[in-house]
């Protein structure tokens, strides 16, 4: 099942309860900021989850606009529920987002650090196209990387 979630507890919890997803969502400078995001409000994004029969969310995704249009995503797939279901996991999650959210939103983007291979070529298995890359920006491990930019289109708008 998919569903908005709004339980901030909720979500720092399986967010930063993670040292992976931590690793992964920050860089040498926001290392030092996830106590202060983690004491502050992340409902500022949409948060949209997929719980299993069992009950526990096996992946999020974060929606922050970035325009009128465009909406930055981010989907969270703690390791121990990276198996043979996490793509149709998000794909349930992406179909949420597509038919649910407001429909001014025609994009989904994304900013993906190149060292994370993985995430690139999964976001392109749900559609997303890579659009461009900004040289040298994610600091990590003491290591510059580029992040790159990816988006999918959510629907058209017809005037």
């Excluded at 908005?4 to 690793?23: A, C, H, Q, R, Y």
């Excluded at 529920?81 to 992406?94: L, Q």
């Excluded at 994370?116 to 997303?128: E, P, S």
Aim: net charge positive.
């Amino acid at each position: 099942m998919v569903k908005i979630v709004t339980d901030k507890g909720f979500i720092n919890s399986f967010i930063f309860d993670d040292p992976e997803l931590v690793d992964r969502l920050t860089d040498d400078y926001t290392v030092d900021d996830v106590e202060r995001v983690r004491k502050g409000d992340p409902l500022t994004s949409i948060w949209v989850g997929y719980f299993g029969d069992d009950g526990v969310c096996k992946a999020m995704a974060s929606l922050d606009k970035e325009t009128s249009t465009i909406m930055n995503m981010h989907i969270n797939v703690p390791k121990q529920f990276r198996d043979g279901n996490t793509y149709s996991r998000v794909i349930d999650i992406v179909e949420f987002i597509e038919k649910n959210i407001d429909k001014q939103f025609i994009k989904l983007n994304a900013k993906i650090p190149s060292k994370y291979q993985d995430v690139i070529a999964f976001a392109k298995k749900f559609g997303f196209v890579q659009y461009g890359i900004d040289k040298g920006v994610h600091l990590k491990g003491g290591k510059l990387y580029d992040r790159v930019f990816m988006s999918k289109r959510i629907r058209r708008i017809h005037k």
